[in-house]
């Protein structure tokens, strides 16, 4: 790439002699034909609508910001663009072709596979930088972006880094998406822990049919002034000399400093906010001229010296060539629609030793702690962080405790309260080589995640063809006991559930915790871990048995295999999980030899041949979960088993959960009555076993 040849001096001259140095009047020439090459893209995609009619932006002018960056990313580097950048992927050294068979949603799109949209792009070319997947929520991909450069922050305080590199991360966003919470989540974060990244926000006034003014007080430099660390930039992102000044300076600041820049370049919109919402069913004749009068192909021609008839002909010839391939290009093949949902897992069986002797008792939660120690002390590039798991405290269960003692700050360290921003980032560090444990500190907070969970996390690997599954591993104690109210107590899997390309466990006993951990950290899938705060201590009456021998430090418990915890020859079986594993027990006291207890242990991937086995062996099934039961996974659960196991059945697939109910009320004795005990358990059982 041109960039590559481009001279030191030149790249710290100032403005004033560029104008008479060869080497930057060839660069000129090299952005000029790029910029053409996107200008033509984006004209043969308006002429060929009914053949490109998936849905698309192009880079209209905003060519010279995306051209500026573009060339001066190294291969070493991460960069985030938004769906505006295809100018940005053309200078990164991306083929008009290639962006063209994701435009046209083809088999041979190396991105996607024809699962994605046209310049939301995934990359691991050597010759180029990092690009992990890339969502189209906008302002989303700054989170993960910023978890990014504090993946190269610690790989880098670690020692994991080549120091000669020092990378940098370019988050590129429009300006419409800087007003999410998000993005100041992750502007906060960057500044406070200083990272290595550019934020990049091209500001062409419109957020679709809102106007700035419409949408916001400031401007996106106006609002970095109020981020204190945070350096900035003003640009007029539609002249190529200013906008490579700009983002030279940027570059070498964080390269230099390893801290976070923002740039604001203001760049004209000359072409549709995207194929499907024309410009001239909102915007004014008035403010089209207008933004006419700034087009960056024009501004450059202008100060050009050279053939440039010559660069302009022979990129329209070369945009309509590729285009020609391109639609000739062959479909997906249908079969290929389920491949990459998840990347495969090493954990392929039970291994290690569960029970050793001499072994010692531990709680669930000293269990999952003992477990985070070993995994980090033999994986360096593993780290913990959340709210409230540093030093000072260890966790409010106290499930990371001495862990900041043992491996220093700059692994276990605490959060701001931003669940976003604890999720979405690992999706960045992951992409970078770290293997990041987080943790949410009660079930009922994790929704403020679930953006970043649903729209980065959970379709990564699947959007990215396999490429960038997220390695991440999410604590999330859930429960309710003891009156822990409304905001303390709930239980979450079945909204977890409903999302797909996540695994979730939900052990009920220390020993499965401690495997599950395990199996969770080394799957290279993300990988939920409900943990009920009620079994943490076995305090909960009828819990003594959640205390087990500590498995070794080399258990490795697989998901999708439950686990007959109670055997019977004849009578019913309960399936249940959780805390609904000691109330079945203590209910089954109650029917010597009758009642069969699966515990499923994970609910994601599920035994599903172990329920269904269990159930044709009894014919009389009682699906048991401390959730509200309308609606839930137990009763999704109960109609797969009916299905499954109709001709077996000598009664209904039976239910119980909690009542329907808002939430958990606060009052103990509200609280007992909302919730499964045994004393209701014992009832069902009784009634199914007589039909």
């Known amino acids: 790439m041109l960039k590559d040849n481009i001279s030191a001096s030149t790249l710290k001259a100032t403005i004033t002699h560029r104008e008479l140095d060869p080497d930057f009047q060839a660069l000129q020439l090299q952005a000029y034909r790029i910029m053409c090459l996107a200008r033509n893209m984006a004209a043969k995609y308006e002429a060929n609508r009914a053949i490109c009619k998936y849905v698309h932006s192009t880079s209209a002018g905003h060519e010279a910001i995306q051209v500026a960056a573009g060339l001066q990313m190294l291969p070493s580097d991460y960069v985030s663009p938004y769906y505006r950048d295809d100018c940005m992927m053309l200078a990164m050294g991306f083929t008009p072709y290639t962006l063209m068979l994701q435009l046209l949603a083809k088999g041979e799109d190396v991105f996607s596979g024809g699962r994605s949209y046209y310049c939301h792009p995934c990359s691991r070319d050597a010759d180029k930088p990092v690009i992990p997947h890339q969502s189209s929520a906008t302002g989303m991909q700054v989170i993960p972006a910023t978890g990014m450069a504090q993946g190269l922050q610690y790989l880098e305080n670690a020692g994991l880094a080549d120091d000669a590199l020092r990378p940098v991360v370019l988050c590129s966003l429009g300006d419409g998406s800087v007003t999410e919470g998000e993005v100041s989540e992750a502007l906060q974060f960057a500044v406070l822990k200083k990272l290595p990244i550019i934020y990049l926000v091209q500001d062409n006034d419109w957020g679709i049919s809102v106007s700035a003014a419409e949408a916001r007080a400031m401007d996106a ?49 000359l072409g549709h906010h995207t194929s499907g919402v024309r410009k001239e069913w909102y915007r004014t004749e ?10 960056p192909l024009v501004l450059l021609k202008n100060r050009l010296h050279g053939d440039v008839n010559k660069i302009e002909e022979e990129a329209a010839a070369e945009i309509d060539l590729a285009f020609e391939m391109a639609c000739v290009s062959p479909d997906p093949e249908p079969a290929t629609v389920k491949d990459h949902v998840f990347a495969p897992t090493p954990v392929k069986a039970e291994t290690g030793t569960r029970v050793p002797e001499n072994g010692a008792k531990v709680v669930m939660v000293d269990a999952a702690l003992h477990a985070i120690e070993e995994i980090m002390q033999q994986y360096p590039e593993s780290i913990l962080f959340g709210q409230d798991v540093g030093r000072r405290l260890g966790g409010v269960f106290r499930e990371a405790a001495t862990l900041a003692e043992k491996f220093g700050d700059h692994r276990v360290y605490n959060t701001a309260i931003q669940e976003a921003y604890i999720i979405g980032s690992t999706a960045g560090l992951s992409a970078v080589g770290v293997k990041p444990i987080v943790e949410v500190q009660f079930g009922d907070y994790i929704y403020p995640g679930f953006n970043q969970l649903v729209s980065e996390i959970s379709k990564s690997c699947y959007l990215s063809a396999g490429k960038f599954p997220v390695q991440t591993l999410i604590r999330v104690p859930v429960g309710a006991y003891g009156g822990g109210g409304p905001y303390h107590s709930g239980c979450v899997e079945t909204t977890l559930l409903s999302i797909k390309g996540i695994k979730i466990a939900y052990p009920s006993n220390a020993a499965d915790l401690k495997g599950l951990m395990k199996a969770a950290f080394l799957d290279p899938n993300p990988v939920v871990m409900l943990e009920h705060k009620g079994l943490y201590w076995s305090k909960v009456p009828g819990t003594l048995e959640a205390m087990t021998i500590e498995p070794a430090a080399d258990y490795i418990l697989p998901f999708g295999k439950g686990r007959i915890i109670q055997e019977a020859a004849e009578g019913m079986c309960i399936i249940t999980y959780g805390m609904g594993v000691y109330w079945a027990k203590a209910a089954a006291a109650n ?21 269904f086995d269990t159930v044709r062996k009894h014919g009389k099934c009682l699906v048991l979960t401390e959730e509200q039961l309308n609606n839930s996974f137990a009763q999704s659960l109960a109609a797969r088993i009916s299905e499954a196991c109709f001709r077996f ?43």
């Open 286 to 295: 008035e403010d089209l001229q207008k933004h006419a009068a700034r087009d």
């Open 591 to 611: 029917f010597p030899g009758r009642v069969e207890i699966v515990d499923l242990r994970s609910l994601y991937p599920l035994d599903e041949a172990l329920v």
């Open 649 to 691: 059945l000598d009664a209904p697939v039976q239910t119980m959960g909690a009542m329907d109910l808002p939430a958990v009320p606060l009052n103990t004795a509200l609280e007992k009555e909302m919730l499964p005990n045994a004393e209701k358990v014992t009832e069902k059982i009784r009634k199914l076993l007589a039909y």
């Open 221 to 269: 430099y106006e609002y970095a002034a109020g981020f204190k660390g945070l350096e900035r930039i003003r640009v007029d992102g539609s002249d190529f000399e200013a906008a490579w000044h700009a983002m030279g300076s940027a570059i070498r600041y964080v390269r230099a400093e390893r801290a976070p820049i923002l740039v604001h370049a203001t760049v004209p919109l």
